[in-house]
């Protein structure tokens, strides 16, 4: 289908549900080798450790050395076998929302009579106003309205002979399924959109620009506000905290203000001083940067009118334009799942050595790497439609202005991690 029609055919729709499809199948065999196969095999080294350690424990000829070192094995064995089952958990979870996200947005879409989908007298669709913000931001109140017992429900349905009402997850269900309602109408009107009719702004500050990149700005602004409470919350504690650095700073080597008794242990504490604990939060720094890399060249090149396939090997990848944009997309959105895997391979580790979120260190470190981590997800929910969208009707240098509004927020998750990682990590 070519990106200069306007119309939208079901097969189209249908390409969402097949997508789906291929999302799911990734999602079981990665848990099925990683989450089952792997894990597995780690956790009878796990269980040999273990159990080498309680044994030495119980022989009074064991030295501490020798006890000392087995305990770290066993440590290392578990921190191992929970790396390859949680991975294989989050990609199986992931990839199963990423699948069900395409596939009911495909699927209600393509229930509808071919004339219903962006048809134009005009030969072109114009951007008009949209009832999809409020349809899904009536599902995002109906859900945090029915949270707290959904919580209760699905604590209950994960813990063994637990038991809820129905009554208690069905608002929240109810929210959701207008959250999808919602964001599969906004798939319907926004796919036909060829780069005609783009509404522009006249007042100011952002008169003359068109008002869905004012809107994304605007966004953004309020983002900056939420994460600022959250540094400022970080900083403003961590003075009042008898940390390891506020120790090795003190004039008398153990003594340091704020804290009357014992020393507070943050997750920087736990994970700077080793390279092996620092690793996932260094490379989702790296995958975050390269992914605002991958979005800028689908963005330049759906902007390039002479954009001209490599000659070189990159030739199999990038073998036409429509197919370099799909692809540029569909390696930002696997450099972004790679980040939401390694940071729930990085929580796995820190709560198995006592760091949860029922301290305060441990609440504002999880709330706010959780909300950066939220954002990121969500980003990545987004991108899915772009690349089903780069795979269908295309982009070109008309309508490529989704990919840069895109990649806006994208931009801003990944310098928000830059300002968190030093942050929560290092200091």
Same mark, same amino acid.
């Given at each position: 289908?070519?990106?200069?029609?306007?119309?939208?055919?079901?097969?189209?729709?249908?390409?969402?549900?097949?997508?789906?499809?291929?999302?799911?199948?990734?999602?079981?065999?990665?848990?099925?080798?990683?989450?089952?196969?792997?894990?597995?095999?780690?956790?009878?080294?796990?269980?040999?450790?273990?159990?080498?350690?309680?044994?030495?424990?119980?022989?009074?000829?064991?030295?501490?050395?020798?006890?000392?070192?087995?305990?770290?094995?066993?440590?290392?064995?578990?921190?191992?076998?929970?790396?390859?089952?949680?991975?294989?958990?989050?990609?199986?979870?992931?990839?199963?929302?990423?699948?069900?996200?395409?596939?009911?947005?495909?699927?209600?879409?393509?229930?509808?009579?071919?004339?219903?989908?962006?048809?134009?007298?005009?030969?072109?669709?114009?951007?008009?106003?949209?009832?999809?913000?409020?349809?899904?931001?009536?599902?995002?109140?109906?859900?945090?309205?029915?949270?707290?017992?959904?919580?209760?429900?699905?604590?209950?349905?994960?813990?063994?002979?637990?038991?809820?009402?129905?009554?208690?997850?069905?608002?929240?269900?109810?929210?959701?399924?207008?959250?999808?309602?919602?964001?599969?109408?906004?798939?319907?009107?926004?796919?036909?959109?060829?780069?005609?009719?783009?509404?522009?702004?006249?007042?100011?500050?952002?008169?003359?620009?068109?008002?869905?990149?004012?809107?994304?700005?605007?966004?953004?602004?309020?983002?900056?506000?939420?994460?600022?409470?959250?540094?400022?919350?970080?900083?403003?504690?961590?003075?009042?905290?008898?940390?390891?650095?506020?120790?090795?700073?003190?004039?008398?080597?153990?003594?340091?203000?704020?804290?009357?008794?014992?020393?507070?242990?943050?997750?920087?504490?736990?994970?700077? /001083?080793?390279? &092996? +604990? #620092?690793?996932? =939060?260094?490379?989702?720094?790296?995958?975050?940067? %390269?992914?605002?890399?991958?979005? !800028?060249?689908?963005?330049?090149?759906?902007?390039?009118?002479?954009?001209?396939?490599?000659?070189?090997?990159?030739?199999?990848?990038?073998?036409?334009?429509?197919?370099?944009?799909?692809? /540029?997309?569909? &390696? +930002? #959105?696997?450099? =972004?799942?790679?980040?939401?895997?390694?940071?729930? %391979?990085?929580?796995?580790?820190? !709560?198995?050595?006592?760091?949860?979120?029922?301290?305060?260190?441990?609440?504002?470190?999880?709330?706010?790497?959780?909300?950066?981590?939220?954002?990121?997800?969500?980003?990545?929910?987004?991108?899915?439609?772009?690349?089903?969208?780069?795979?269908?009707?295309?982009?070109?240098?008309?309508?490529?202005?989704?990919?840069?509004?895109?990649?806006?927020?994208?931009?801003?998750?990944?310098?928000?991690?830059?300002?968190?990682?030093?942050?929560?990590?290092?200091?």
């Amino acid at each position: 289908m070519s990106s200069h029609n306007n119309h939208v055919e079901n097969s189209t729709w249908m390409h969402a549900v097949m997508m789906a499809g291929i999302f799911a199948v990734i999602g079981i065999i990665a848990f099925a080798a990683l989450g089952i196969g792997v894990a597995n095999q780690k956790h009878d080294v796990y269980d040999d450790a273990k159990h080498a350690y309680h044994d030495a424990k119980e022989d009074p000829l064991t030295t501490s050395e020798e006890l000392d070192h087995l305990y770290h094995a066993e440590e290392e064995a578990h921190l191992s076998f929970l790396t390859y089952r949680v991975a294989g958990v989050t990609i199986l979870v992931m990839f199963s929302i990423y699948a069900i996200f395409l596939g009911i947005g495909g699927f209600v879409n393509a229930l509808q009579s071919d004339d219903d989908h962006g048809h134009d007298d005009h030969g072109h669709e114009e951007h008009h106003g949209s009832a999809s913000p409020i349809v899904f931001s009536l599902g995002i109140m109906l859900f945090l309205m029915g949270f707290p017992s959904f919580v209760v429900a699905c604590k209950a349905l994960m813990s063994q002979g637990g038991t809820f009402a129905f009554g208690d997850i069905l608002l929240s269900l109810i929210g959701l399924n207008f959250v999808m309602l919602g964001i599969a109408n906004w798939w319907k009107e926004d796919l036909p959109f060829i780069g005609h009719g783009e509404q522009i702004a006249t007042s100011a500050p952002f008169e003359g620009e068109h008002i869905r990149k004012a809107g994304i700005w605007v966004f953004i602004m309020s983002e900056i506000m939420v994460f600022a409470t959250f540094f400022s919350s970080y900083l403003r504690v961590r003075t009042e905290w008898c940390t390891d650095w506020a120790i090795r700073a003190s004039e008398s080597g153990d003594k340091c203000y704020g804290v009357a008794e014992g020393n507070v242990t943050t997750a920087s504490d736990l994970l700077r /001083y080793d390279v &092996a +604990t #620092l690793m996932p =939060g260094a490379i989702n720094t790296f995958a975050l940067i %390269v992914s605002s890399y991958t979005i !800028v060249l689908a963005l330049k090149t759906a902007k390039n009118k002479n954009w001209e396939a490599p000659t070189n090997f990159m030739r199999f990848v990038l073998p036409d334009k429509k197919r370099a944009i799909r692809n /540029y997309l569909i &390696a +930002t #959105l696997l450099l =972004g799942s790679l980040f939401i895997v390694l940071k729930l %391979v990085e929580w796995s580790h820190l !709560v198995a050595e006592g760091f949860d979120i029922g301290s305060p260190q441990g609440s504002i470190f999880y709330v706010a790497t959780g909300a950066h981590g939220l954002h990121v997800f969500v980003g990545l929910l987004v991108m899915l439609y772009l690349i089903f969208k780069s795979d269908t009707v295309g982009f070109d240098e008309d309508n490529g202005q989704g990919i840069e509004y895109f990649g806006l927020y994208w931009h801003f998750v990944d310098l928000a991690w830059v300002v968190i990682f030093p942050a929560f990590y290092l200091y």
